[in-house]
């Protein structure tokens, strides 16, 4: 017997995506991978060092639930000195990635039939998410011609006596959208507990990004170090929550985690404080690759109204092409060779979309988009 919410959740398209690309590849075809937001550089030295010192001293046993205080206190004074925050390090609960603190938190704030206000088009796994735990997500949607940018006055419309929380994403996946500050503020005022994906801070091109912290502490943020320390197989994460929900997490983390990984704790701290002119030659790296393939999208005919300015990714508009996102992408990943990801995977208003990953050297995004200009051409004719 398998459970009914086990047997609804939706697929993750831009893993079944992935996980095709790699069957071509085992049949010796090369495929450009854009359709996963993954780095392409290697972690930091200094990470892996403090990783293998940590290793060779024993350390890779158990740790504080919560996670070790170093570390805490390193997030509290990384939040302190980029945001002018004050966070207290008992409010950090340290998980293998955001995404056990995602489940653990909806677990613990959601009854049944309580709501979550979304953006549309959203990160594919939050609805799943909030299903899972019982909730129900409620959708606002968010258009191109505005940057993919929540509207307060359209948010405001869908809270109702069930909203448990607003969910916000800055920079943003899959828009590459940064949320104005104007903007972040209006939401806080709202009313509804704020919580805020911050994974893509320090990916930011123009303009500069905001915790939700700096308008409310009703708010809870989720942050790691995968995407901008390039330590996405390493599983380290983080929540940061007001000072009532961190016992019920530290409960639920002791019986369903225990622990994040000793030795990859002390890789954080690493990262915190010895990794930021890496991290600054990544984004670097990352802008002049998002400069080449926006204008290489647009002369093939995507459209791309306002360009992205965070993360690694272009939602570009494919309605010329095709109404059926999922459907055109597995077309190009089999005739084009090139692994994109359908907008349908992220809410019904991505439909029509595809999201495009440039964590990917220059000469295979160039590849890319000759690979995609013969198929269009093709395609045509």
Known sequence: M???????????????VLERAVELEAKGDHIVHLEVGEPDFPTPACIQDAAAR?????KIGYTHSLGILPLREAIAEHYHTKYGVQVSPERILVTAGTSPAMWMVFSAILEPGDQVILSNPHYACYPNFIRFCGGEPVTVDVHEEDGFQFRPEAVQGRVGPRTQAIFINSPANPTGTLLSAERMAALAGLG???ISDEIYHGLVYEGREHSILEFTDRAIVFNGFSKAYAMTGWRLGYAIVPP?????????????????NAFVQAAGIAALREA???????RATYDERRRFVIPGLRRLGFGIAREPTGAFYVLANAKRFTSDSYAFAFE???RAKVGVTPGVDFGSNGEGYLRFCYANSKDNLAEALRRLEVFLAGRSA
């Open 276 to 282: 930021q002119p890496e991290v600054a030659r990544m």
């Open 192 to 194: 509804p507990l704020i």
């Open 54 to 58: 940590a290793i060779k001293q024993g």
């Open 332 to 334: 190009i990943l089999e």
């Open 2 to 16: 398998i459970a009914k919410r086990a047997q609804e959740i939706a697929p993750f398209l831009a893993m079944e």
């Open 244 to 260: 009532e929900l961190i016992r019920p997490l530290q409960k639920m983390h002791q019986n369903f985690f225990i622990s994040a």
